[in-house]
């Protein structure tokens, strides 16, 4: 019978416990592209090839639905390399901003490629890049990543390598197989443990607009659906999570960081460029409702309260 109370008791304790681990604090920096924040961002881009930044572009203009995050249909809009056949890319970070401490970078994704869904079309293997400890002021690009640690994933998951870790300690990206997956060293979609995402059809309103975008994407595609992205900072470690499925983890103390800013970027992974004359359209990253919030640890004494009612919800329970 005592077995049965202390096992009833630990049900009741750890849902509390865990909820008390971390709690978020103040909101430290937002940007819903409601209104063009344009003047209020950075853009660094090391003019290799063509880019294209728009903030509060109205992505319904592609039949994009509304991200979950906000209320409207407007956000950042990135693409490069539409006219310029090199492998490239840029990042852009709010002007000024620095973030320490413990702290959740959260964001709306979208990523988008040119039909056929699935298979991919012309030059659709591009990549959707975002990250924390930049200067603010450094062009952050595949293989540029001194000053940073950088996580993304590829638009079509047509590359060997889809889910992907930059930083100073390894600017050609973590290798297969390293601890810092949280798959246990897969990188690439097709991988079971990215199966959670996928089987995602283009929008209505797209396909209407330009019915080449046909079909589902492949099991552990991030495209075609918006996605709740966090990178969260605790305690030295720097967790990259889409829709609450932890990716990465990366012990920031192993790598070499310039600043406190966060960064968004788009890389074209290939030197050639799309023939599909919707390529600037379709072949692009979304990102919407930016925030940065601190997190607090509580006190101990939180956790006494936690289970003192615990113990009290218990006792009415048993009675």
Do not use: C
Request: aromatic share 10%.
């Amino acid at each position: 019978m005592k077995k049965q109370l202390v096992k009833s008791a630990v049900r009741l304790l750890t849902p509390l416990l865990v909820f008390s681990a971390t709690a978020l604090g103040q909101t430290l920096y937002q940007d819903n592209f409601d209104t063009d924040t344009s003047a209020s961002w950075t853009v660094n881009d090391p003019g290799e090839t063509d880019i294209t930044v728009v903030f509060s572009y109205d992505y319904s203009a592609i039949g994009v639905p509304a991200a979950p995050g906000g209320s409207g249909t407007t956000g950042l809009k990135m693409t490069a390399n539409n006219t310029g056949g090199v492998f490239s890319g840029f990042s852009v970070s709010p002007t000024g901003e620095s973030f320490s401490g413990n702290y959740r970078v959260s964001f709306d994704l979208w990523q988008n490629y040119v039909g056929p869904v699935g298979p991919g079309g012309s030059g659709t293997t591009q990549f959707s890049m975002f990250g924390i400890g930049t200067s603010g002021t450094t062009p952050i690009k595949i293989g540029n990543t001194t000053e940073s640690l950088g996580f993304g994933a590829t638009l079509d998951g047509g590359s060997s390598v889809d889910y992907r870790v930059y930083s100073s300690l390894f600017l050609t990206g973590y290798a297969e197989g390293d601890p810092v997956f949280q798959s246990g060293g897969g990188r690439n979609g097709s991988d079971p443990y990215y199966a959670v995402f996928g089987g995602e059809s283009a929008p209505v309103d797209q396909v209407s607009l330009f019915p080449g975008q046909t079909g589902v994407t492949d099991a552990g595609e991030l495209a075609f659906a918006w996605r709740s992205v966090t990178i969260e900072v605790l305690d030295g470690s720097a967790t990259w999570s889409v829709d609450g499925t932890p990716i990465a983890v990366v012990d920031v103390s192993t790598v070499n960081l310039g600043g406190g800013n966060i960064f968004f970027g788009h890389d074209d992974t290939n030197a050639g460029v799309s023939t599909d004359p919707n390529k600037e359209l379709l072949n692009v990253t979304l990102i919407d409702n930016v925030k940065v919030e601190a997190l607090a640890i509580p006190e101990p004494g939180t956790y006494a309260l936690g289970i003192i009612g615990a113990l009290l919800l218990f006792g009415r329970r048993r009675k």
